[in-house]
């Protein structure tokens, strides 16, 4: 995951890149660079290794100016963050490339090239593109159609930006599977790989699609799709902030968090499927082998992320049929866990900092295991650099200490993960086509649950003077209660308990009566009717229920049962990142009710790094 910036204008661009590189600064900050073009037509490149700041110092010890230019913020996939795996990527003649995505045919590429008597100064998938369109100008003369034929060439997910000398009054970009937009100016226009490096300077954007590949002038745009035709894309006014750090419209972080969820979910899919297919090397380049010996799984987390973990469980061993455990990462390293042969370690973290996970990992790492996979939502942390596989989840920026769309971007990985291991372990490219188009259609069902906000809101009033909640799951939605229940604690200060729903008759049963409210989460799949049953014990003990149903499961509103409809066909595989919302914003709108700090709830950091 990196950021993209570009610029083509009658004014000084590099202010506007370096601006732009900081906004998408969370993408991935590993190193960073940019390229313009100077008053003399001359490429001038700049590159250094950390965050963006370190290349304001640069350029303030090399100041450089031009009117068209592109730059990068990068997350390393293929080399080690370094001065010379940055970009942007020069090859010969002056041309130079700023790409996110990964190119699965890299290798391939690359010794072509070198027969051919192309030299590489880097470890990375993206020289290889910048080489291959500078063979391809030998022939067709033009960058616009090098770019083309390359593209052509290209297997994965890409996106890309070109500049050259002798070219000098326009970007060439394309897209296949990474986002990217082109920004409208006044005599001058823009290009990022989001809307939000672009605010300072426009609202006015095009969005590429799959296959397309532009021209970007000063003051002009040209798009041809991937069957060679001119097409016209439409141009959209964003309603965003041009401060993603502010509230908004919403009241708390947290609430705009819990509405950011599509987005952040679209995001974490974006570069990592394309065609029906999981693009596995967006795990790193060892991926494939590491998931075809891959055995058994152990998976490591706290808080929330082990509820993410346990809802892994399920589907891997369902799915993937692989024996999967899940550990808090606190207890792990006191009980001496044994490791099979051919075990993938992984770890979930928000932060990449937290101490306990971070210490189960360094043990991990001298106990056998096969490798280690991180899932996490901070590039340079240390989770990350630690692991020999990543998978960094897009949430972008979360303010609430009470994670929400982090838990839903660990989800949609956590997703992507069972997919890579089934293609391994009996999966068939239908059965991976069926699972990725479950998971591409995950934000518009958490759109559509969203709209249930009004009907919470008026249902969290029965909790504003309870003390006690029981939320209730079985399978992959118990793990869904966890999280609910401790949602509710965590920001309401309401004492609440997750339980598998089959476990009531053996303890907590004790628990219910009239003042204590039981929260169910009851999708149609297979153990519906036992939930039911479950349910109704809980009725003939006088309490009151509040189930969150699917339309056709049977379950109708009584005396003492609130059934809330959830949205229909809602899949097994989907259902946890679905039906989590609900109890995100019922435990939103209690605790406003009860008069706590939503977003920073007493005790607690957003993230633990202490044991």
């Known amino acids: 995951m990196c950021g993209i910036v570009g610029a083509v204008a009658e004014r000084n661009v590099v202010p506007i890149l370096m601006e732009g590189l900081r906004r998408l600064e969370y993408r991935g900050y590993d190193s960073a660079g940019i390229a313009v073009l100077n008053g003399s037509r001359h490429l001038t490149r700049l590159r250094t290794v950390g965050k963006v700041r370190m290349l304001d110092e640069a350029l303030e010890q090399t100041p450089t100016d031009g009117k068209i230019g592109i730059a990068h913020t990068r997350w390393a996939t293929h080399g080690v963050p370094s001065e010379r795996n940055a970009h942007p990527h020069i090859s010969r003649d002056g041309l130079a490339i700023v790409h996110n995505g990964i190119i699965e045919n890299h290798d391939e590429l690359r010794a072509d090239l070198e027969r051919r008597g192309y030299q590489f100064s880097s470890e990375t998938d993206t020289e290889v593109i910048a080489h291959r369109i500078h063979y391809h100008l030998q022939t067709v003369k033009d960058l616009f159609k090098a770019v083309r034929a390359t593209v052509a060439e290209l297997e994965g997910a890409f996106a890309l930006v070109v500049v050259s000398e002798h070219d000098p009054d326009r970007l060439i970009l394309a897209r296949q599977g990474c986002p990217v937009v082109v920004g409208l100016g006044v005599n001058e226009n823009f290009v990022a790989s989001d809307v939000a490096a672009l605010l300072p300077v426009t609202r006015r954007f095009i969005f590429l699609e799959e296959g397309d590949v532009a021209e970007v002038r000063r003051q002009s745009v040209r798009v041809i799709d991937r069957d060679g035709n001119t097409v016209e894309r439409a141009t959209r006014e964003s309603e965003l902030s041009a401060d993603a750090a502010e509230r908004g419209q919403y009241r708390h972080f947290m609430l705009k968090e819990i509405h950011e969820q599509p987005r952040a979910i679209a995001d974490t899919l974006q570069e990592r499927v394309a065609s029906g297919r999981l693009l596995e090397a967006a795990f790193g380049p060892a991926a494939t082998e590491v998931f075809r010996r891959t055995q058994t799984v152990h998976i490591v987390a706290c808080g929330t992320s082990f509820h993410a973990a346990a809802v892994a469980r399920y589907f891997i061993e369902q799915i993937c049929k692989l024996p999967c455990a899940v550990d808090i990462a606190s207890e792990y390293r006191y009980r001496s866990p044994l490791v099979p042969p051919n075990s993938l370690f992984v770890t979930i973290s928000q932060s990449g900092e937290t101490a306990d996970t971070l210490a189960a990992l360094r043990l991990a790492r001298q106990s056998g295991y096969l490798s280690a996979l991180a899932i996490c939502n901070v590039p340079e942390s240390s989770l990350v650099r630690e692991s020999e596989l990543v998978m960094l989840t897009r949430a ?75 939320f209730l799951g079985r399978g992959a939605l118990y793990p869904i209660a966890l999280e609910g229940a401790l949602k509710l604690k965590e920001i309401s200060y309401i004492h609440a308990e997750g339980y598998p729903a089959g476990e009531l008759k053996h303890g907590p049963l004790a628990l219910v009566d009239t003042d204590m409210p039981v929260v169910a989460v009851a999708p149609n799949n297979d153990l519906l009717e036992k939930l039911k049953s479950n349910l109704m014990e809980v009725r003939a003990r006088g309490g009151e229920l509040i189930v969150f149903a699917d339309p056709e499961s049977g379950i109708q509103p009584s005396d003492g049962v609130t059934v809330i409809e959830m949205p229909r066909h809602v899949t097994y595989f989907q259902a946890p990142a679905v039906y989590t919302v609900p109890l995100q914003l019922l435990a939103y709108h209690a605790a406003i009710l009860r008069g706590t700090d939503v977003d920073q709830p007493r005790n607690l950091a957003k993230s633990v790094t202490v044991e």
């Open 396 to 470: 972008g920026p979360e303010i609430g200490v009470a994670s929400t769309k982090a838990f839903a971007t660990q989800l949609t990985a956590l997703g992507m993960l069972v997919v890579a291991l089934a293609k391994h372990h009996g999966a068939d490219a239908e059965r991976e086509r069926g699972l990725v188009t479950r998971l591409i259609e995950l934000p518009a069902l958490v759109e559509k649950t969203l709209e249930l906000d009004p009907i919470i809101h008026r249902l969290a009033e029965r909790f504003a003077e309870k003390r006690h909640a029981l």
